[in-house]
């Protein structure tokens, strides 16, 4: 395992259309978060995973995003209907049980809706 | 709500200086990390304090966990180029997740 993986790293879309990110985090990995950050702010939680199980997911997450972990391994960010708001990065993180060992950040996927 | 502000949100300073970001709470965190991230990359986890008063040094950079464990700040000795990037705090409140500041925009010119 290298680390993080993040697909695509740039997404440019039609409002409107829907897109689908991928994450693959580090095997040992058993806690997986999605978080989005705009210019010049820090990452926003989004949702997370603990295996298979999403057990928190943020009031920023209208019923437009879904996010899913089959198998506890890799993991899905899906948007429906793409608003002009949803531009922005979209981190994939994982972490060992125990948020004292830190996240590893993916690169991200930069999305741009048009 | 957690809230971390982080001061200042931009600096720009010439190489060899020194400088201090902050991250400040209302809230107690049972640990505070700092991350650096570089344009189009994600963030890189630079080091964790857990205990209140803690110090810890990486190479030129200084962490310190305040007394109450409500802030923490980050001293960057003889800045170098290489420093440049945005700095972030993350707070653990025992909610199973990271809390971010804003990030600090730190520019080093040569």
Known sequence: DTGVSQDPRHKITKRGQNVTFRCDPISEHNRLYWYRQTLGQGPEFLTYFQNEAQLEKSRLLSDRFSAERPKGSFSTLEIQRTEQGDSAMYLCAGNKQGLHYGYTFGSGTRLTVV | ?110
């Open chain 2, 1 to 110: 709500t957690q809230l971390l502000e982080q001061s200042p949100q931009f600096l720009s300073i010439q190489e060899g200086e020194n400088l201090t970001v902050y991250c400040n709470s209302s809230s107690v965190f049972s640990s505070l990390q700092w991350y650096r991230q570089e344009p189009g990359e994600g963030p890189v986890l630079l080091v964790t304090v857990v205990t209140g008063g803690e110090v810890k040094k990486l190479k030129r950079l200084t962490f310190q966990f305040g007394d109450a464990r409500k802030d923490s700040s980050l001293h960057i000795t003889a800045a170098q180029p290489g420093d440049t990037g945005l700095y972030l705090c993350a707070g653990d409140s025992g909610a199973q997740k990271l809390v971010f500041g804003q990030g600090t925009r730190l520019t080093i010119n040569p």
